[in-house]
C-alpha cells in the first residue's frame, strides 16, 4: 500500500486558501450532484409506480400495477447486473468502505469509469425500487469530486484525502440538511480525526452543502415533526432498553448481509442472475407489502405517527425489510444499508412502543420518540457513528428532549453491537479485506507495512557445504554475525554463526535452527510483537507458499519503521494548517 504524503512546501497562508478553494469547489459540486441523483431516482419511483403515490394513481387498473411491481424491480436488478459484469471494471457497486481505504492510505479510488457506473447503477437501484439505501452511493458520489485533487500537487499535505472527505461531508449535509452532522461523518467514519488541517476545509464544505440544498434548491428535510416533550422521566429508561434490543436486531441484519453474498455467488454463476433473483424477490413480496419497495422514505415518515402500524404488520414488515436489503445489497444491486437501517429501527422502535404502551399498559409520550430512538440506535450501530447519529436526530428536530432520547437509545445499542460485531459494517468488510481498524488507526496503518519491503541487501547466505572460514570473512566484510544457510532450491535450512563451535569441517556442521522467521505475508505490527525477546541481527524472510528465502530484516530497520509510521501518523492527526 502506498502510504506517502505530499511534501509540505507551500506557506501557511496559501495552505488556507487553497484548501478553502478546494473545499468550496468539492461541496459545491458533491451538493448539486447529491441533488441530481435524489431527484433522478425520484423521477424513476414516479415513472416506474415504485412511489406510493404513483401507485395510487392507477390503482383502477391493479393488474397493470402487479405486473410492474414485479417486472420492475427483476429487470432493474438484470439490467444492475449486466452493468457491473460488462461496463465497470472494478465488477461491483462501490461505496464508504472504497472511501475510507482511499483516504486512510491515501490511496486514489478506484478508477473514474467504476465510479461512474456504480452511481448509474445506484440510480438504477434505487429507481427500480430495490430495497438499497441512497445514502452510502451519494457518500461515494462526493468522494468522486474531491479525488480529483489526487492529481494536484499544489504543497499541502494529505490534499485528496481532505478533499475526498469534503465530497463526503457536502453530500451527507445535502442529504439530511445537517451540516454538522456532514461534517462529523466525515471525521467520525471516514478521517478518524481531527486536525484542524482537515477539520476547517471539512466544515466549509458541508456549510457549502447546507446552504445548496437549503438556501438555493430549499430541498426539504427528510422528515420533520412536532414533539413536545418527553413526559415520563422513565421513558429514558424505556429507550436505553429499546437501544439493547434494536442492538440484536442490527447485528442480525449484519451478519445477514455479509452472510447472503458469498453464498449467493457460490449458488449462481451469473451476476446478473442474482440481481435479477433479488429483484424479483422484492417485486413478489411487494405484492403483498409495497413499503418495502425502494427508500422507504414515506414509510419512515409513516411510522413517527400513533397507530399507523399494527402489531403484526410491523413484525411482518421489520422481518421482510431487513431480509430484502441484505439479499439485494449482497446479491449486487448497488445501494447503501443507511436507508434502510433507518427504516427498520424506526420500524422496531414503533414495535416497542406498540408492545410497552398498547399492550402493557405504560403512559408514554407517543412513538415519535421511539421511532427516532429505534431508528438512530439501528444506524448508529450499522455504520459506526453514533456522534453523527445524534447530531442527525438533533438537527433535523431541532428538540432537545428528543435528542437525548435517541442519544441514550444510540449509546445502548452501540455498547452491544461494538461488543458483539465490531465498530461498524463498513469496519467488518475492511477487514476482510486484511484492513482491520478493530485495534486502532495506528494498528492498522503498522499491518499495512510488510516487512518485506525493508529487506537489507547486505545479508549474508551460504550453503551447508561452504567452509566456515569463507562465510566468516564474508560475515566480516558486511558487518554481519550470522549468514542464512540455504539448500539447492533456495529454501532456509538455519542460520550459521562463526565461533558457535570448534573449527566444524562444513557450515552443515554448526547450522542451529533459525529462532524467528517471517514469510512475506508477515506485516509491520505483526513483526514488531514476535520480535518480543527475540536477539540477533536479523531476521530471516521466506516465501509463504514456497518456502524459499528471499532475504533478512534487521531488528533495527523494523524499529525505525514503527517509529517512522507512528510520527507520520501523529503529525497527520494534530496538523495545522
Request: glycine content about 10%.
Amino acid at each position: 500500500m502506498t502510504l506517502g504524503t505530499q511534501s509540505d512546501t507551500a506557506p501557511a497562508p496559501l495552505r488556507m486558501v487553497i484548501l478553502t478553494g478546494i473545499a468550496l469547489t468539492v461541496g459545491g459540486a458533491a451538493s448539486m450532484a447529491a441533488i441530481a441523483l435524489v431527484d433522478l431516482v425520484a423521477l424513476l419511483n414516479t415513472v416506474l409506480l415504485v412511489e406510493p403515490r404513483a401507485r395510487v394513481q392507477w390503482e383502477s387498473v391493479p393488474g397493470f400495477v402487479a405486473v410492474m411491481t414485479i417486472l420492475v424491480p427483476t429487470l432493474g436488478g438484470l439490467i444492475v447486473g449486466l452493468i457491473h459484469r460488462h461496463l465497470s471494471p472494478a465488477g461491483r457497486p462501490l461505496g464508504p468502505p472504497d472511501v475510507i481505504e482511499a483516504v486512510q492510505f491515501h490511496k486514489p479510488l478506484p478508477d473514474l469509469r467504476s465510479g461512474l457506473v456504480s452511481t448509474l447503477s445506484a440510480a438504477l437501484s434505487l429507481g427500480t425500487g430495490a430495497s438499497v439505501g441512497q445514502y452510502g452511493p451519494m457518500v461515494y458520489l462526493g468522494a468522486i469530486f474531491g479525488g480529483f485533487a489526487h492529481r494536484l500537487r499544489l504543497g499541502v499535505p494529505n490534499l485528496a484525502s481532505i478533499a475526498v472527505s469534503c465530497g463526503v461531508a457536502a453530500a451527507i449535509s445535502t442529504a439530511f440538511n445537517a451540516p454538522i452532522a456532514g461534517v462529523l461523518f466525515a471525521h467520525e467514519v471516514v478521517l478518524r480525526h481531527y486536525a484542524t488541517r482537515a477539520f476547517a476545509p471539512v466544515t466549509v464544505a458541508s456549510v457549502a452543502g447546507y446552504v445548496i440544498a437549503n438556501v438555493i434548491f430549499e430541498r426539504p428535510a427528510l422528515f420533520r415533526i412536532e414533539f413536545p416533550g418527553v413526559a415520563h422521566g422513565y421513558e429514558f429508561g424505556l429507550v436505553a432498553i429499546l437501544g439493547l434490543f434494536v442492538a440484536l436486531a442490527a447485528i442480525v441484519f449484519m451478519r445477514l448481509l455479509l452472510a447472503i453474498g458469498p453464498a449467493l455467488a457460490q449458488r449462481i454463476r451469473w451476476p446478473e442472475a442474482r440481481t435479477a433473483m433479488a429483484g424479483l424477490a422484492v417485486g413478489l413480496t411487494a405484492l403483498i407489502l409495497p413499503d418495502v419497495l425502494g427508500i422507504g422514505t414515506s414509510t419512515l415518515r409513516f411510522a413517527t405517527i400513533d397507530g399507523a402500524f399494527g402489531l403484526g404488520e410491523l413484525i411482518v414488515l421489520i422481518a421482510a425489510k431487513i431480509i430484502l436489503t441484505a439479499l439485494c445489497i449482497g446479491a449486487g444491486f448497488s445501494g447503501g444499508a443507511f436507508s434502510p437501517s433507518l427504516l427498520i429501527g424506526s420500524l422496531i422502535g414503533v414495535l416497542f412502543w406498540t408492545l410497552a404502551s398498547g399492550l402493557a399498559g405504560v403512559p408514554t409520550s407517543g412513538a415519535a420518540i421511539y421511532a427516532i430512538g429505534g431508528m438512530m440506535a439501528f444506524a448508529s450501530a450499522v455504520i459506526g457513528a453514533p456522534l453523527t447519529c445524534i447530531l442527525i436526530v438533533f438537527e433535523l428536530t431541532r428538540n432537545y428532549d428528543v435528542t437525548i432520547a435517541a442519544m441514550v437509545a444510540v449509546v445502548f445499542s452501540n455498547l452491544v453491537s461494538h461488543r458483539a460485531f465490531g465498530r461498524s459494517l463498513f469496519d467488518v468488510q475492511l477487514a476482510r479485506r486484511g484492513i482491520d481498524f478493530s485495534l486502532g488507526r495506528d494498528r492498522a496503518h503498522f499491518a499495512a507495512l510488510k516487512v518485506v519491503d525493508f529487506l537489507q541487501p547486505q545479508a549474508v547466505t551460504a550453503t551447508a557445504d561452504d567452509r566456515p572460514a569463507e562465510v566468516a570473512e564474508r560475515l566480516r566484510a558486511q558487518g554481519w554475525r550470522e549468514a542464512f544457510v540455504l539448500d539447492a532450491e533456495g529454501r532456509l535450512l538455519g542460520v550459521f554463526s562463526p565461533g558457535a563451535q570448534e573449527d566444524p569441517p562444513r557450515v552443515a556442521q554448526g547450522l542451529a535452527p533459525a529462532r524467528l522467521v517471517f514469510d512475506d505475508a508477515t506485516d509491520l505490527a505483526d513483526a514488531m510483537e514476535r520480535l518480543r525477546g527475540f536477539v540477533g541481527d536479523a531476521v530471516p524472510v521466506v516465501c509463504g507458499e514456497t518456502g524459499r528465502y528471499l532475504g533478512a530484516v534487521s531488528e533495527a530497520d523494523l524499529v525505525s519503521a514503527w517509529l517512522d509510521e507512528g510520527a507520520r501518523l501523529r503529525k497527520e492527526e494534530n496538523a495545522s494548517i
